[in-house]
């Protein structure tokens, strides 16, 4: 059973959320032959000053968002 796990920065919409967990559901089925039902998403939000790049904080490169 595929197990799918995604961390994102926090601020997406429940609309959104749910349409990525549909389409990485049907990408991943189509792949791999798997049936749909068996395949498992996960999304892990961060916030802004828990993900970092280049040492530096998300929320200072992008203090607006």
Do not use: C, N
Request: hydrophobic letters at 40%; proline letters at 6%; aromatic letters at 4%.
């Amino acid at each position: 059973m595929p197990f799918i796990q995604v961390t994102l920065l926090e601020g997406r919409s429940v609309e959104q959320k749910h349409a990525l967990i549909r389409r990485l559901t049907e990408a991943v089925a189509e792949e791999v032959g798997g049936d749909p039902q068996r395949i498992r998403v996960a999304l892990y939000e961060v916030s802004a000053d828990d993900w970092g790049i280049g040492g530096v904080p998300m929320s200072v490169l992008r203090p607006h968002g």
